[in-house]
């Protein structure tokens, strides 16, 4: 047998944020496709759409008017998944049937006033006071004594469930820190228990170091593919400094979070010639009063298109039943974004 060529032979990666694995399989990317084509969405929409529920002075599904926002706009999601009455109470049956309730509260963020626009479009300055706000949000939310953990995140694009094109975003904050963010404070906790350091900044010296998996940076952020990624083009946005959450953020890093968010989207819109569909969030640590040294704030952005605009990846078989996988290897995906910067 030859030697093991992490370029060429199938291997598995290791993913240490969440403690698990992903399948890789370099050689397998030049299967023929004959699955379904998603149709690319034409970019083609006024600056303000009357029809629309997110544009200024709109009205809503409930019957509320929004405002003539200047620049961003948060309300309490009309159709929210959380309720902040839920009342305490919980349901077992031999261990085996288990609920809890969830309290909770989920809001809808809109990033700009104009209807046309995505995050890529928007001025560094415009994108600023977005991370202005869900600051301002993780902070506001956060305190509630009822909430654990603030979720900030957007779904773009009709194939990722966007039900609206307007540029916007959710945040969901509940009183239990869901699986995720669950694994990662597990993982992140036990990782500066031993080394006094955050994973997040080890792991970003290493990646500053290889180089080729990083895609933008600046002075305060990097936007790298992970060594373990699992969405063809995935990657994660860190900041250099380790700091837990947006409270902790200076102006600066602020601006540097935007430049690398709007330069990344940049990115993925070149890619596949078209307004680039994604899910992208916001982890930071709990807010459940505990303290979290190893906590290190990231975003993930999770795009599912695969080798054009049209081929997306899902999440099946082996995928759903053993663990995920992928084809081109985070190298090679790497490049394919750098050389678009
Ligand atoms: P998505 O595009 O990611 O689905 O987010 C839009 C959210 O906006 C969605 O959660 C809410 C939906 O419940 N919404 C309102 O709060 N009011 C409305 O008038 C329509 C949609
Ligand atoms: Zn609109």
Not at 330 to 337: D, G, I, T, V
Request: net charge negative; glycine share 6%; proline share 7%.
């Amino acid at each position: 047998m030859a030697t093991f060529d992490i370029t060429e032979h199938s291997h598995r990666r290791f993913n240490p944020l969440l403690g698990e694995w992903v399948l890789v399989s370099p050689h397998r990317s030049k299967r023929p496709w004959q699955g379904q084509q998603e149709t690319t969405e034409q970019d083609t929409r006024p600056a303000f759409d009357p029809t629309c529920y997110l544009c200024p002075g709109n009205v809503r599904a409930n019957g509320e008017k929004n405002p003539d926002y200047p620049s961003t706009f948060v309300f309490v999601n009309d159709f929210a998944a959380l309720q902040a009455e839920s009342p305490s109470g919980s349901f077992t049956h031999q261990n085996l049937l288990r609920a809890e309730s969830e309290r909770g509260i989920c809001k809808v963020i809109c990033f700009s006033p104009r209807h046309d626009l995505t995050l890529s479009d928007m001025e560094t300055s415009e994108i600023k006071k977005v991370v202005d706000l869900w600051q301002e949000q993780y902070l506001e939310l956060g305190a509630l004594d009822y909430i654990s953990y603030v979720q900030i995140f957007e779904n773009k694009g009709s194939v990722m469930g966007s039900s609206n094109p307007h540029p916007h975003g959710q945040i969901w904050a509940q009183s239990s820190v869901p699986g995720e963010p669950a694994k990662e404070t597990e993982q992140q906790e036990a990782y500066f228990a031993e080394n006094n350091r955050s994973l997040l900044s080890d792991y970003l010296a290493l990646e500053l170091e290889e180089k080729t998996r990083v895609v933008v940076k600046n002075e305060h952020f990097v936007a790298l593919v992970p060594f373990w990624a699992v969405w063809p083009f995935e990657t994660i946005v860190l900041p250099r400094r380790h700091f837990g959450h947006l409270g902790q953020i200076s102006e600066e890093e602020k601006l540097g979070y935007a430049d690398i968010i709007k330069r990344l989207s940049k990115v993925y819109d070149k890619l596949f010639q078209t307004s680039f569909p994604y899910s992208a969030g916001i982890h930071q640590s709990p807010t459940d009063g505990k303290d979290y040294p190893g906590w290190h704030l990231h975003m993930h952005f999770y795009p599912p298109l695969l080798r054009s605009a049209s081929v997306k990846k899902f999440m099946v078989g082996y995928e759903l039943m053993a663990d995920p996988q992928r084809d081109i290897t985070p190298e090679s995906a790497a490049e394919r974004l750098r050389d678009l910067v």
